[in-house]
């Protein structure tokens, strides 16, 4: 069994880091709610630690998911970070999504001390977590990769490797920009058929029968029918990968303007307290300002 790290445990990462330990790995833990690192060293083969640097001298390979690119950059690089403790030859793999050309950046600086880094983002939500069946998309040395790939393989079912430094990243924004103009294409229309007085049910079924047919739309759009937008992926999460997305557009010279339009509207429900619903109350933008509520008995 292997000594690995995982550092920041949220509703991804505390089960990700879960299923390390089930799978009888010793696992480095540490997060910023200490209490919650504590939890789960003490079910398990866990060590808690005070800081990612303890992390870094404990584990060979160490895994992140924190929120957003400034994190990332702080738990490796900052004071106390994965970067003054870890070896050369650790394997530093972060799960988050993040900024691209911040990401690669980091990866020059471990790669300075002889660390190796991968971007490997992941997408399935707090489901895939919890059921150990996310998809990771992978970039950097694939042979670093490989070597890593039975501890990711606790965590998923499935791997794409991308590509060179930020290429998982960049496929992984590309995913979510089309999840965010699908959800609002899909508000857009339930408020509209809604409000023109068609059942969403039957919306729904015509949608799953054509060739509108969406996964997202058929796994999301019972809970916007139920009013239940407690969290599998945070509204606010959805607008930082957006906006994301927008400054790759920047930088590649790519127009994005359905993604600027979907990005506006994710800031209106931010505007309006949703950020730490699931990002399909997005609908509540257009519900808002129509006076209509997609909802079934």
Not at 32 to 54: D, F, I, M, N, W
Not at 178 to 203: C, H, W, Y
Not at 205 to 210: D, G, Q, T
Not at 223 to 231: I, K, L, N
Request: hydrophobic share 45%; proline share 4%.
């Amino acid at each position: 069994m292997a000594k690995l790290g995982f550092l920041g445990l949220g509703l991804m990462g505390y089960p990700m880091a879960r299923h390390l330990l089930a799978a009888g790995h010793e696992v480095a833990l540490w997060s910023k709610t200490s209490a919650k690192a504590k939890e789960l060293a003490a079910a398990g083969k866990g060590v808690y630690c005070q800081t990612p640097r303890e992390v870094g001298a404990f584990a060979e390979c160490v895994f992140l998911c924190v929120g957003d690119t400034a994190m990332t950059r702080e738990t490796i690089l900052g004071r106390d970070g994965v970067i003054d403790g870890a070896a050369a030859g650790t394997v530093v793999a972060d799960t988050s999504t993040v900024s691209p050309s911040e990401s690669r950046r980091i990866g020059q600086a471990l790669a300075a001390r002889g660390i190796h880094f991968l971007d490997a983002p992941c997408t399935g939500s707090k489901p895939g977590a919890e059921g150990g069946t996310l998809t990771f998309m992978i970039g950097g040395d694939r042979e670093v990769f490989e070597r890593v790939r039975p501890y990711f393989e606790c965590m998923g079912k499935q791997f794409y490797y991308c590509g060179g430094p930020g290429f998982g990243l960049h496929a992984k924004l590309t995913q979510n920009l089309i999840l965010s103009n699908i959800m609002q294409a899909f508000a857009e229309g339930l408020v509209l058929s809604t409000k023109a007085g068609v059942d969403p049910r039957t919306v729904l079924e015509i949608l799953n029968n054509s060739a509108a047919r969406s996964g997202l739309i058929a796994f999301k759009a019972p809970y916007v029918f139920a009013r239940d937008f407690g969290t599998n992926f945070a509204l606010k999460w959805m607008e930082k990968d957006v906006d994301l997305a927008l400054d790759s557009g920047r930088e590649l010279n790519v127009p994005l303007p359905l993604t600027a339009t979907a990005q506006q509207v994710l800031r209106a429900a931010l505007a309006m307290g949703l950020g730490e619903d699931d990002f399909c109350s997005v609908i509540k933008v257009i519900e808002g300002l129509t006076g209509v509520e997609v909802r079934t008995p």
